[in-house]
Every structure is written in C-alpha cells, then in structure tokens.
C-alpha cells in the first residue's frame, strides 16, 4: 500500500517535470510531446500535422484565387449579355 503511494507520487512530480515540453496545438487540441514536434505561433503552438495541413491549403490557395477570378468575370459577362446590371 505504501509502495503504491510513493509510485503514485512519483509519476506526479515526473508529470509537473516535463509539463513545460507538453504543447497544446490550437488546431487539433491534441497535447504534443517529444514524439510529435510543434511549433510556436506567436503565443499558440501548432503541431506537424496540422501544419502539414495548412500548407497544403496553402499552397492551392493561387487556384482557389483564379477559379474565384474566372467566377466573377462569367457572371459580370453573363450579367451584361442579358442586359442586367450588378446592385
């Protein structure tokens, strides 16, 4: 029972030790340790994953961009052979 006590109070002081590497990434909410590396955002962390993520958003936001372009150009030119105007 003792021994119990004294094991259960260990894994606690080991917990408080290595709370200051334990991260919480804003995206997922997942508390990252050693085996998941995160990184700073200001004041908020981000893990890799989620970065990952978001750069591959990232990185098709340029299509995103011109699809949204090549929208609006079709409904102005729709607009204006129909003989409608825009409010």
Not at 11 to 34: G, N
Not at 46 to 73: A, G
Request: with cysteine; aromatic share 6%.
């Amino acid at each position: 029972m003792l021994e119990s006590i004294v094991e259960g109070r260990k894994m606690e002081l080991y917990a408080e030790r290595r709370t200051s590497e334990m991260h919480y990434c804003t995206f997922c909410e997942k508390i990252c340790y050693k085996k998941k590396p995160v990184k700073a955002l200001g004041n908020r962390w981000i893990c890799i994953d989620c970065l990952r993520q978001l750069k591959e958003v990232l990185d098709s936001l340029k299509q995103w961009e011109e699809e949204l372009t090549l929208e609006e150009e079709m409904k102005k030119q729709l607009g204006e052979g129909l003989g409608l105007q825009e409010l």
